[in-house]
């Protein structure tokens, strides 16, 4: 698949087996494969990759200190991306 024919989101459409590799990451997953597609942030102008969950693995664990918490579950991430959403319609007048 090219570039051009990757799948876009915006955040509200993403569906619930995508994730960032910063939400993969504080559930402790890498991403096995490439991403398959990406959300779209318009009023930003930003995109960030997506990755499914479905071809992730678990990353070693790593000894040192990180300020990155790595205890979320994907129930979790799914709650924050709910609230994330509320934020960001009520931030932007938006009706869904």
Same mark, same amino acid.
């Not at 960001?88 to 007048?93: A, E, M, T, V």
């Given at each position: 698949m090219t570039e051009d024919n990757i799948q876009r989101y915006l955040p509200e459409e993403v569906p619930d087996h995508?994730?960032?590799q910063n939400k993969l990451s504080r559930m402790g997953l890498a991403a096995s494969e490439g991403?398959?597609?990406y959300v779209r942030y318009p009023e930003q102008n930003r995109e960030y990759k997506l990755?499914?969950?479905n071809a992730t693995r678990e990353r070693r664990k790593q000894k040192g200190f990180s300020l990155v918490i790595k205890d979320m579950t994907v129930e979790g991430v799914l709650a924050e991306r709910k609230?994330? $959403?509320e934020v960001?319609?009520?931030? $932007?007048?938006l009706a869904w």
């Open positions: 995508l994730f960032t991403h398959v597609a990755y499914d969950i609230h994330e $959403l960001r319609k009520s931030q $932007l007048g």
